[in-house]
T-cell receptor, first 113, second 115 residues
Framework: GDSVTQMEGPVTLSEEAFLTINCTYTATGYPSLFWYVQYPGEGLQLLLKATKADDKGSNKGFEATYRKETTSFHLEKGSVQVSDSAVYFCALTGGNNFNKFYFGSGTKLNVKP | EPEVTQTPSHQVTQMGQEVILRCVPISNHLYFYWYRQILGQKVEFLVSFYNNEISEKSEIFDDQFSVERPDGSNFTLKIRSTKLEDSAMYFC?????????????FGPGTRLTVL
Protein backbone atom coordinates (compact mmCIF):
# COMPACT_ATOMS: atom_id res chain seq x y z
CA GLY A 1 0.00 0.00 0.00
CA ASP A 2 0.88 3.65 -0.06
CA SER A 3 3.41 4.82 2.52
CA VAL A 4 5.89 7.53 3.40
CA THR A 5 9.27 7.14 5.04
CA GLN A 6 11.17 10.10 6.40
CA MET A 7 14.41 10.45 8.26
CA GLU A 8 14.30 10.11 11.99
CA GLY A 9 15.09 13.01 14.20
CA PRO A 10 15.72 15.02 16.06
CA VAL A 11 17.84 17.13 13.76
CA THR A 12 19.81 19.84 15.55
CA LEU A 13 21.34 22.67 13.54
CA SER A 14 22.87 26.03 14.20
CA GLU A 15 21.17 29.11 12.83
CA GLU A 16 21.95 29.75 9.14
CA ALA A 17 22.91 26.10 8.52
CA PHE A 18 21.62 24.17 5.51
CA LEU A 19 18.72 21.82 6.14
CA THR A 20 17.78 18.60 4.39
CA ILE A 21 15.06 16.28 5.63
CA ASN A 22 14.77 13.17 3.52
CA CYS A 23 11.42 11.75 2.46
CA THR A 24 10.73 8.78 0.20
CA TYR A 25 7.41 7.31 -0.74
CA THR A 26 5.72 4.22 -2.07
CA ALA A 27 2.56 4.68 -4.06
CA THR A 28 0.73 3.24 -6.99
CA GLY A 29 -0.62 5.69 -9.50
CA TYR A 30 0.29 9.35 -9.37
CA PRO A 31 0.27 10.75 -5.83
CA SER A 32 0.50 14.36 -4.75
CA LEU A 33 3.18 15.11 -2.17
CA PHE A 34 3.14 17.50 0.74
CA TRP A 35 5.21 18.81 3.61
CA TYR A 36 3.32 19.84 6.72
CA VAL A 37 4.85 21.62 9.73
CA GLN A 38 3.73 21.45 13.34
CA TYR A 39 4.94 24.22 15.63
CA PRO A 40 4.86 23.56 19.37
CA GLY A 41 1.31 23.48 20.67
CA GLU A 42 -0.25 23.98 17.25
CA GLY A 43 -1.87 21.88 14.55
CA LEU A 44 -0.50 20.77 11.21
CA GLN A 45 0.05 23.53 8.67
CA LEU A 46 0.72 23.01 5.00
CA LEU A 47 4.23 24.13 4.18
CA LEU A 48 4.41 23.23 0.49
CA LYS A 49 3.14 20.74 -2.03
CA ALA A 50 3.80 19.28 -5.48
CA THR A 51 1.22 17.53 -7.58
CA LYS A 52 3.23 15.97 -10.39
CA ALA A 53 6.70 14.73 -11.23
CA ASP A 54 9.45 17.37 -11.42
CA ASP A 55 7.25 19.99 -9.75
CA LYS A 56 9.00 22.04 -7.10
CA GLY A 57 7.03 23.24 -4.12
CA SER A 58 8.37 26.23 -2.22
CA ASN A 59 7.35 28.43 0.69
CA LYS A 60 9.13 30.50 3.34
CA GLY A 61 12.54 29.57 1.92
CA PHE A 62 11.77 25.83 2.01
CA GLU A 63 11.81 23.79 -1.19
CA ALA A 64 11.09 20.24 -2.23
CA THR A 65 11.14 18.66 -5.67
CA TYR A 66 8.91 15.74 -6.67
CA ARG A 67 11.34 13.12 -8.02
CA LYS A 68 9.48 10.21 -9.52
CA GLU A 69 12.63 8.38 -10.56
CA THR A 70 13.87 8.20 -6.97
CA THR A 71 10.38 8.34 -5.36
CA SER A 72 11.59 11.18 -3.16
CA PHE A 73 10.44 14.57 -1.94
CA HIS A 74 13.28 15.86 0.21
CA LEU A 75 12.78 19.11 2.10
CA GLU A 76 15.56 21.70 1.92
CA LYS A 77 16.27 25.17 3.22
CA GLY A 78 19.44 27.10 2.61
CA SER A 79 19.62 28.96 5.91
CA VAL A 80 17.48 27.91 8.88
CA GLN A 81 16.31 30.22 11.64
CA VAL A 82 15.47 29.53 15.26
CA SER A 83 11.83 30.12 14.35
CA ASP A 84 11.96 27.08 12.02
CA SER A 85 12.17 24.77 15.04
CA ALA A 86 9.18 22.46 14.65
CA VAL A 87 8.19 18.97 13.58
CA TYR A 88 8.04 18.40 9.84
CA PHE A 89 5.81 15.76 8.26
CA CYS A 90 6.05 14.44 4.74
CA ALA A 91 2.72 13.21 3.36
CA LEU A 92 1.08 11.93 0.23
CA THR A 93 -2.39 11.57 -1.13
CA GLY A 94 -3.65 10.23 -4.41
CA GLY A 95 -2.17 7.22 -6.07
CA ASN A 96 -5.09 4.87 -5.79
CA ASN A 97 -6.77 6.77 -3.00
CA PHE A 98 -7.57 10.44 -3.03
CA ASN A 99 -9.53 10.28 0.14
CA LYS A 100 -6.86 10.26 2.82
CA PHE A 101 -3.35 11.36 3.59
CA TYR A 102 -0.49 9.05 4.44
CA PHE A 103 1.99 10.68 6.77
CA GLY A 104 5.58 9.99 7.62
CA SER A 105 6.59 9.71 11.24
CA GLY A 106 7.72 13.32 11.49
CA THR A 107 11.16 14.84 11.95
CA LYS A 108 11.79 17.22 14.79
CA LEU A 109 14.07 20.13 13.92
CA ASN A 110 15.83 22.09 16.62
CA VAL A 111 17.64 25.22 15.51
CA LYS A 112 20.05 26.78 18.01
CA PRO A 113 21.11 30.42 17.95
CA GLU B 1 -8.13 33.43 7.38
CA PRO B 2 -10.60 30.57 7.90
CA GLU B 3 -9.41 27.76 10.13
CA VAL B 4 -10.50 24.46 11.59
CA THR B 5 -11.17 24.60 15.31
CA GLN B 6 -11.32 21.75 17.81
CA THR B 7 -12.58 21.45 21.37
CA PRO B 8 -11.52 20.63 23.95
CA SER B 9 -7.79 21.07 23.60
CA HIS B 10 -7.21 18.42 26.25
CA GLN B 11 -9.60 15.74 27.51
CA VAL B 12 -8.87 13.42 30.39
CA THR B 13 -11.18 10.47 30.91
CA GLN B 14 -11.40 7.17 32.74
CA MET B 15 -11.12 3.91 30.85
CA GLY B 16 -14.53 2.72 29.71
CA GLN B 17 -16.05 6.19 29.53
CA GLU B 18 -17.48 7.74 26.41
CA VAL B 19 -15.86 10.83 24.93
CA ILE B 20 -16.93 13.18 22.18
CA LEU B 21 -14.35 15.25 20.40
CA ARG B 22 -15.66 18.24 18.54
CA CYS B 23 -14.52 19.99 15.41
CA VAL B 24 -15.76 22.94 13.41
CA PRO B 25 -14.47 22.57 9.84
CA ILE B 26 -14.01 25.45 7.44
CA SER B 27 -17.47 26.58 6.48
CA ASN B 28 -17.56 25.92 2.73
CA HIS B 29 -15.67 22.63 2.87
CA LEU B 30 -17.36 19.39 1.91
CA TYR B 31 -14.98 16.67 3.09
CA PHE B 32 -14.11 16.00 6.70
CA TYR B 33 -11.51 13.76 8.29
CA TRP B 34 -10.23 12.51 11.60
CA TYR B 35 -6.63 11.47 12.19
CA ARG B 36 -4.83 10.46 15.33
CA GLN B 37 -1.24 10.59 16.49
CA ILE B 38 -0.11 8.40 19.34
CA LEU B 39 2.79 10.07 21.12
CA GLY B 40 5.99 9.65 19.11
CA GLN B 41 4.28 7.84 16.25
CA LYS B 42 2.89 8.63 12.82
CA VAL B 43 -0.22 10.61 12.12
CA GLU B 44 -2.74 7.92 11.17
CA PHE B 45 -5.92 8.22 9.14
CA LEU B 46 -9.11 7.22 10.94
CA VAL B 47 -12.07 8.18 8.79
CA SER B 48 -13.29 10.45 6.03
CA PHE B 49 -16.82 11.80 5.75
CA TYR B 50 -18.74 13.30 2.85
CA ASN B 51 -22.37 13.99 2.14
CA ASN B 52 -23.38 12.85 5.62
CA GLU B 53 -21.81 9.46 5.41
CA ILE B 54 -18.49 7.76 5.92
CA SER B 55 -16.60 7.50 2.65
CA GLU B 56 -13.65 5.57 4.02
CA LYS B 57 -12.40 4.27 7.33
CA SER B 58 -9.24 2.60 8.51
CA GLU B 59 -8.93 -0.63 10.45
CA ILE B 60 -8.39 1.48 13.57
CA PHE B 61 -11.92 2.86 13.23
CA ASP B 62 -13.80 -0.05 14.77
CA ASP B 63 -17.26 -0.24 16.29
CA GLN B 64 -16.15 1.83 19.27
CA PHE B 65 -15.78 4.86 17.03
CA SER B 66 -18.45 6.89 15.31
CA VAL B 67 -18.65 10.23 13.55
CA GLU B 68 -21.49 12.62 13.09
CA ARG B 69 -22.27 15.97 11.60
CA PRO B 70 -25.15 16.93 13.87
CA ASP B 71 -25.71 20.37 12.36
CA GLY B 72 -24.30 22.53 9.60
CA SER B 73 -21.11 23.38 11.40
CA ASN B 74 -19.93 20.69 13.81
CA PHE B 75 -18.22 17.39 13.06
CA THR B 76 -17.78 15.04 16.00
CA LEU B 77 -15.83 11.91 16.81
CA LYS B 78 -17.27 9.69 19.51
CA ILE B 79 -15.43 6.91 21.27
CA ARG B 80 -17.99 4.80 23.11
CA SER B 81 -15.84 2.99 25.63
CA THR B 82 -12.35 4.36 25.82
CA LYS B 83 -9.29 2.16 26.23
CA LEU B 84 -5.84 3.11 27.46
CA GLU B 85 -4.53 2.74 23.92
CA ASP B 86 -6.91 5.43 22.69
CA SER B 87 -4.69 8.01 24.37
CA ALA B 88 -3.44 10.15 21.51
CA MET B 89 -3.70 13.51 19.80
CA TYR B 90 -6.76 13.59 17.54
CA PHE B 91 -6.74 15.91 14.56
CA CYS B 92 -9.74 16.99 12.56
CA UNK B 93 -9.26 18.15 8.98
CA UNK B 94 -11.42 19.43 6.16
CA UNK B 95 -10.99 19.99 2.46
CA UNK B 96 -12.95 21.68 -0.28
CA UNK B 97 -13.13 19.21 -3.08
CA UNK B 98 -11.67 16.00 -1.72
CA UNK B 99 -9.55 15.55 -4.81
CA UNK B 100 -6.06 14.13 -4.65
CA UNK B 101 -4.14 17.37 -4.87
CA UNK B 102 -6.40 19.27 -2.57
CA UNK B 103 -4.96 20.56 0.65
CA UNK B 104 -6.48 19.32 3.86
CA UNK B 105 -6.70 21.97 6.57
CA PHE B 106 -5.99 20.66 10.03
CA GLY B 107 -7.20 21.79 13.41
CA PRO B 108 -4.90 22.21 16.41
CA GLY B 109 -5.84 18.82 17.82
CA THR B 110 -7.40 17.42 20.97
CA ARG B 111 -5.11 15.56 23.31
CA LEU B 112 -7.03 12.63 24.78
CA THR B 113 -5.64 11.00 27.90
CA VAL B 114 -7.30 7.80 29.08
CA LEU B 115 -6.51 6.79 32.66
Amino acid sequence: GDSVTQMEGPVTLSEEAFLTINCTYTATGYPSLFWYVQYPGEGLQLLLKATKADDKGSNKGFEATYRKETTSFHLEKGSVQVSDSAVYFCALTGGNNFNKFYFGSGTKLNVKP
Amino acid sequence: EPEVTQTPSHQVTQMGQEVILRCVPISNHLYFYWYRQILGQKVEFLVSFYNNEISEKSEIFDDQFSVERPDGSNFTLKIRSTKLEDSAMYFCASSGMGQGADEQFFGPGTRLTVL
